[in-house]
């Protein structure tokens, strides 16, 4: 059996994925970074961007993450957000038109967001 992390992701107003992983890629202020377990000890502060998780039984789990913490320790992962959605949750053409609204209004934080879960939904 490979080695395992414990994975929570959660949003400010929910749980949104826990579970076993073996590999988390996420984007923090310092750039991108990827969790395995036995990594050091970290605590990050998140960017918008797709986080992915490889599942212990080899599945992926893709979610759009907006801003937040990460923190890892004795190979317990944990990503505190301050929004979340799974990429399966994601209405793409929703999205869409978010991403043109949020361009023609120029409104750069709300086209990150837009673009963070295009992205997330393309990444699954």
């Known amino acids: 059996m490979a080695a395992e992390l414990h994975v929570e992701l959660v949003a400010a107003d929910r749980s949104v994925w826990s579970g076993e992983a073996t590999l988390v890629v996420a984007r923090t202020t310092s750039g991108d970074i990827g969790v395995m377990p036995g990594h050091q000890p970290l605590l990050g502060v998140l960017e918008s961007g797709p986080v992915t998780i490889r599942t212990s039984d080899g599945g992926t789990v893709v979610a ?12 317990k992962l944990s990503l505190l957000a301050e929004i979340a959605e799974l990429a399966d949750e994601i209405d793409v053409q929703r999205a869409e038109r978010a991403l043109e609204r949020a361009k023609s209004d120029t409104d750069a934080a709300a086209e990150r967001r837009a673009d963070v879960r295009l992205r997330a939904v393309a990444a699954r």
């Open 64 to 75: 759009a993450v907006h801003g937040g913490f990460i923190s890892f320790a004795e190979n």
